[in-house]
């Protein structure tokens, strides 16, 4: 569930030959890579981490762990793959209710409604003239028809 944490583990033997082992976590949703070394004592390797996935997406996250190590012949590097599916939460937490983001959203809402307004308004200053033209020629039609007294048509 999205902002649960995830155990991942891996292990593996050491094998011969093969000196100065690193590993590096990539959890895929753009964090740093979790990254760390063995020494060369270590003949059975254990690797754990945890990592929390704060979104929800539809598709799996590719988790890779990548092992690599020095031989007489030179680097060599293992890489392991899985996926991590990510549910989306179900309501609201109250840990996502604080003020900091609540006053946030209510700066952008009330700037995007000034944006608006401020953009009617300049619309209705462009379209004036039309307004006015439009205005000045229903005025006229309506004292003329007054001023020659068109009689309204009777219902009968």
């Known amino acids: 569930e999205a902002g649960s944490e995830v155990d991942l583990s891996a292990s593996f033997n050491r094998p011969e030959g093969v000196s100065e082992i690193s590993y590096s976590w990539n959890f895929g949703d753009g964090s740093a890579p979790v990254e760390g070394n063995f020494a060369d004592s270590d003949t059975a390797v254990q690797v754990d981490t945890t990592h929390t996935y704060s979104n929800f997406r539809p598709n799996p996250y590719v988790v890779s762990l990548t092992v690599t190590g020095q031989t007489e012949v030179g680097e060599v590097e293992v890489t392991g793959e899985l996926l991590v599916f990510v549910r989306e939460t179900i309501g609201v937490?109250?840990?996502?209710?604080?003020?900091?983001?609540?006053?946030?959203?209510?700066?952008?809402?009330?700037?995007?409604?000034?944006?608006?307004?401020?953009?009617?308004?300049?619309?209705?200053?462009?379209?004036?003239?039309?307004?006015?033209?439009?205005?000045?020629?229903?005025?006229?039609?309506?004292?003329?028809?007054?001023?020659?007294?068109?009689?309204?048509?009777?219902?009968?």
């Open 93 to 156: 937490k109250a840990a996502d209710l604080d003020a900091g983001s609540t006053v946030r959203d209510a700066v952008r809402t009330l700037q995007s409604v000034g944006v608006f307004l401020a953009k009617a308004g300049l619309w209705l200053l462009i379209l004036s003239p039309a307004w006015l033209i439009g205005g000045v020629i229903v005025f006229v039609l309506i004292r003329r028809r007054s001023a020659i007294r068109i009689p309204r048509r009777s219902a009968d």
